[in-house]
């Protein structure tokens, strides 16, 4: 299975929550990504777009994009060390990304009050942004 986090990145103790979320996360795993750094409230990450995530248009399809950036959301989210999952999100395609184009993504958390927060992940190209997604999240109790 492909390994998400980038030896190094999230080893101390108080991202154990975080690398076991990541551990267990085939999604993540399924399209490549790797996380490349991982702090309080920011995660930054990269894949390459695959063949087969080229949509009849020869672009990344947005459904891949999205999910790479819901899994930066997540990092960024979870970081805290609680169990945080999504709310709401949205993205806003802005240039497309095409077959072996690497698309790199920053998150970081905007806000944060009680259960609830506020993420915003830029991804990009190049240094050219591609798309900016926002997610809102609410921490949940811990399973037992």
């Not at 979320?21 to 390459?48: P, R, S, V, W």
């Amino acid at each position: 299975m492909h390994q998400i986090l980038r030896p190094g990145v999230a080893e101390s103790p108080e991202f154990s929550h975080v690398r076991a979320m990541f551990e267990g996360d085939n999604a993540t795993a399924h399209i490549g990504a790797e996380i490349t750094k991982l702090e309080l409230g920011h995660c930054e990450g990269q894949f390459i777009v695959r063949p087969e995530m080229c949509n009849g248009h020869g672009t990344a399809q947005g459904g891949f994009l999205y999910t790479f950036a819901d899994s930066l959301f997540a990092g960024a989210c979870n970081s805290p060390g609680e169990v945080a999952v999504a709310a709401h999100n949205s993205i806003h395609y802005i240039a497309p990304a095409f077959k072996g184009d690497v698309v790199k993504g920053v998150a970081i958390t905007r806000q944060s009050w009680g259960r609830n927060g506020i993420v915003d992940v830029e991804l990009s190209v190049e240094g050219k942004p591609i798309a900016e997604f926002r997610g809102t999240f609410r921490v949940i109790p811990a399973k037992k």
